[in-house]
Nanobody
Framework: QVQLVESGGGLVQAGGSLRLSCAAS????????MGWYRQAPGNQRELVAN???????NYADSVKGRFTISRGNVKNTVHLQMNSLKPEDTAAYYC???????????????WGRGTQVSVSS
């Protein structure tokens, strides 16, 4: 069984910063990609940023230049540094990991429960 646990959400004023962290644990053989998605009320869940095991990063256009994703020093952890936050960044943020739990096993997505980020104007 695999668990993803997020931390670091909260309420901040526009222009402020927050740092999200996610740790994946359990029966993990190897991880291909970890990342963050977000979902605001009435909207579909969207990719914010992800990072591959090789360190390649991918960002939504709306966060480029403001958010930075990085792998943590502890295995299977990922961080999202969010700067210059805007009210439109308000959403529930979900950690995602694309991994497999055994050699030659199927690759699949796992999700955390989400952490709320609220940005006031």
């Amino acid at each position: 069984q695999v668990q993803l646990v997020e931390s670091g959400g909260g309420l901040v004023q526009a222009g402020g910063s927050l740092r999200l962290s996610c740790a994946a644990s359990g029966s993990i053989f190897n991880v291909n990609t970890m990342g963050w998605y977000r979902q605001a009320p009435g909207n579909q869940r969207e990719l914010v940023a992800n990072i591959t095991s090789g360190g390649r990063t991918n960002y939504a256009d709306s966060v480029k230049g403001r958010f930075t994703i990085s792998r943590g020093n502890v295995k299977n952890t990922v961080h999202l540094q969010m700067n210059s936050l805007k009210p439109e960044d308000t959403a529930a943020y979900y950690c995602n990991a694309f991994l497999r739990t055994r050699v030659f096993g199927p690759w699949r997505d796992y999700w955390g429960r989400g952490t709320q980020v609220s940005v006031s104007s």
